[in-house]
């Protein structure tokens, strides 16, 4: 059948396989909003900001109280004033828009590279390289950096200098670009440039040609290109700035860790899902196979040969790299494509086999970029790990000074925060900031004498703790001055009392320990006494007021009133947490609780698989049965429960298989209920009167059925 189909219709189907792909992936790239995948994005708008209102490119660390200041070279200069002007006109809504036409840019700019003056035959195969490289760029393009435009001045100039010599006059003025948007990666242009200018100048010595003046006004460009390195406001001090050690860095900064053997070696597909590791893989063995294959046929040009060779080299520097790599052995993978074609195989069980393979490559990636897009936070901007309820409090304090934080967060609290607060740093290591920095960041709040030596050099007004560092609390008992005051969802802020009493006493945490409240908060429903739950309850409105959008305090809000039957007050915290983070279960989860309390059963169940399909968690699926139990559904309830109920688990009670049983009985498993009851009345507690009367009368109900039957 597939050999009836005429060459042409094949090509389009081709054609139109890429395009639906592309729609459904940009359709699905658009709607995803900007998001702290890290927080580098705000300390460029913070840069960006700098240089438009003070017309100067910063040369030192101006939000920071460090002394001294910590001189740097700003390399992205330019994208950091693009960036802000962007975000000045348009918010968040410009950024997504941009970083989407870029990431549109790029995978147009791989499609003309890979299908120009290619044979028809190649055309499968290299449908297969584009959309390998589209999915491995994907979760790239998800944050807005300097290195989405990198990639794109990397597949312009190769497809400029492979397929297009007529527009090499173009690239002075993309390197011009490139060395002012993300000046520390020039050495890939370098080796690009001079990859070329090698292959041209080796290639007229082994001919034995003498290079004419035409030839030389035509690579005239590429060394021009070299040039603009220095065309940039930090003239000579750029060039040192690729070459600055990063091997410490590599330690705390995942894009710079290596790859380990095991990684270059594990392939994963998980749920239909290639994991990242596995992309590099099959990236990684493509270029590999071609390489074989050149030099099978001893058919290689030279330049190839160095572009896969400095791409190695960079592989070796990093995870951060082998996007560098990818592009730079496209080359490479185009010119040694081989010849597929499934009309061509002759056997028809080879045939059918063959197709089945490539129906299922083709679904494969739809299935990728939907699980990469499955429950989208917030649009367009989402707080969620940001320190955003502390930058409310201290804007509403709004008293000024230092802030010793963590360096994770220092992007997004300068560009909030600055000029009324410095801060200690941000992750510009180790570009800005030194690898001796980082190392007194990581350990200042884990060691009581670095921390010490830290508050006793600058005296920071403020301190911010992430809140999984529950051992913080034994160094600070020993700095009695220091106050804690707020806490959102991922960090605490203390205050110095003596300077800002009015604020210590005030907003001081006296009920609430963060530490413990954040990760046990219906533990500490469960434990706490009614003057103890009031006392949590004051403060918890206190942060809400500031921070309404608090994850941890709108969950136990609506737990506690939940628990005490107050549902339509319940309702407004779960409210607060599925419209601030759509993409988490809690807030659904809670709603249903809050629906189930008022007997609204069906909307209860919505709400509860709404969280199921964020979070697959066995409790919640508890929850289902149990309404349906309410609603007379005994089927159902008993179908959900029994499966949610590991009745052999250590910590299985009586408590938990009595509605297991209870369904059972109403829905004819009598064998089953038979089994579940002896199983309950082994460990009924005669102590615990309310569940002993309980199972006295399902006793009742027992025997009635027995009867019955």
Not at 129 to 144: D, G, S
Not at 472 to 490: Q, S
Not at 600 to 621: A, C, E, F, H, W
Request: with cysteine; net charge positive.
């Amino acid at each position: 059948m597939l050999k009836a189909i005429p060459s042409i219709k094949r090509e389009r189907v081709l054609f139109y396989y890429l395009l639906l792909f592309t729609i459904f992936s940009i359709v699905n790239f658009i709607r995803w909003p900007i998001f702290a995948g890290d927080t580098d994005l705000w300390y460029h708008l913070n840069g960006g900001r700098y240089i438009l209102e003070n017309f100067s490119i910063p040369k030192e660390s101006f939000f920071s109280f460090v002394e001294p200041p910590r001189e740097w070279v700003d390399y992205y200069w330019l994208f950091q004033l693009t960036t802000y002007l962007l975000f000045n006109i348009f918010n968040y809504y410009g950024i997504i828009i941009v970083k989407t036409l870029l990431f549109m840019l790029l995978a147009y700019m791989v499609f003309l590279f890979l299908f120009t003056d290619v044979g028809k035959e190649k055309r499968f195969y290299l449908v297969f390289v584009f959309v390998v490289i589209f999915m491995l760029f994907i979760p790239r393009y998800a944050l807005m950096r300097p290195h989405i435009f990198t990639y794109i001045f990397i597949i312009s100039f190769l497809f400029i200098l492979e397929h297009k010599g007529k527009y090499i006059f173009l690239l002075p003025f993309l390197s011009l670009l490139w060395v002012n948007i993300h000046g520390v990666t020039y050495p890939v242009m370098l080796l690009i440039c001079l990859t070329y200018l090698i292959e041209f100048y080796y290639n007229h010595k082994k001919n034995k040609k003498e290079i004419t003046k035409k030839e030389a006004i035509r690579i005239l460009p590429l060394i021009v290109s070299i040039g603009t390195v220095f065309l940039t406001p930090h003239g000579l001090d750029l060039t040192f700035v690729p070459f600055i050690e990063t091997g410490f860095a590599s330690h705390y900064i995942a894009e710079l860790k290596y790859f380990s053997q095991e990684e270059l070696t594990s392939f994963h597909i998980v749920k239909m899902f290639l994991t990242f590791n596995s992309l590099i893989i099959i990236m990684l063995l493509i270029t590999l196979f071609s390489l074989t294959a050149s030099l099978y046929t001893k058919n290689i040009r030279i330049s190839h040969m160095l572009l896969f060779l400095g791409g190695i080299y960079l592989l070796t520097k990093g995870y951060r790299f082998c996007y560098e790599f990818s592009l730079l052995s496209l080359p490479l993978v185009k010119a040694n494509a081989p010849e597929l074609s499934i009309a061509n195989i002759k056997d028809k069980r080879n045939k059918v086999l063959a197709a089945f393979f490539v129906i299922l490559f083709g679904i494969f990636p739809f299935v990728y970029i939907r699980d990469i897009y499955a429950n989208p936070p917030k649009f367009p901007f989402s707080i969620k790990n940001l320190p955003h309820g502390i930058t409310n409090f201290l804007r509403y304090i709004d008293t000024g000074g230092s802030i010793l934080n963590h360096p994770n967060y220092g992007g997004y609290l300068q560009f909030v925060l600055y000029p009324r607060y410095k801060i200690f740093m941000d992750m510009e290591v180790p570009f800005l900031f030194t690898n001796e920095d980082m190392y007194i960041a990581d350990k200042m709040f884990i060691s009581k004498s670095v921390f010490q030596k830290m508050v006793e050099r600058y005296h920071p007004q403020f301190i911010m703790v992430p809140l999984g560092l529950k051992g913080f609390k034994e160094i600070i008992a020993h700095f009695p001055n220091y106050r804690p005051v707020f806490f959102d969802d991922i960090e605490v802020l203390y205050v110095d009392k003596d300077r800002y009493p009015d604020i210590a006493d005030e907003h001081r945490l006296k009920a609430i320990d963060p530490y413990v409240f954040a990760f046990e908060p219906r533990e500490t429903l469960e434990r706490k006494s009614k003057e103890e739950l009031e006392g949590i309850i004051k403060e918890l409105e206190r942060i809400i007021k500031i921070y309404p959008e608090s994850i941890i305090a709108n969950q136990f809000m609506a737990m506690y009133h939940n628990g005490i039957g107050k549902h339509e007050k319940a309702m407004v915290y779960a409210k607060n947490i599925i419209d601030n983070f759509p993409e988490i279960a809690i807030g659904y989860k809670l709603m249903g609780d809050a629906c189930k309390g008022l007997k609204m059963y069906d909307k209860s169940i919505g709400y509860y698989k709404r969280s199921l399909k964020i979070t697959n968690s066995p409790n919640v699926q508890r929850e289902i049965g149990l309404v349906y139990l309410e609603q007379k559904k005994y089927k159902k309830a008993y179908d959900t429960l029994i499966k949610t109920s590991n009745i052999y688990a250590p910590g299985i009670t009586y408590k938990e298989l009595y509605h297991v049983i209870l369904a059972a009985l109403h829905s004819n498993h009598i064998n089953e209920m038979e089994i579940l009851y002896r199983y309950a009345r082994e460990n009924l507690s005669f102590e615990d009167k309310e569940w002993y009367e309980r199972y006295e009368r399902l006793e009742e109900l027992i025997n009635e059925k027995r009867k019955q039957n």
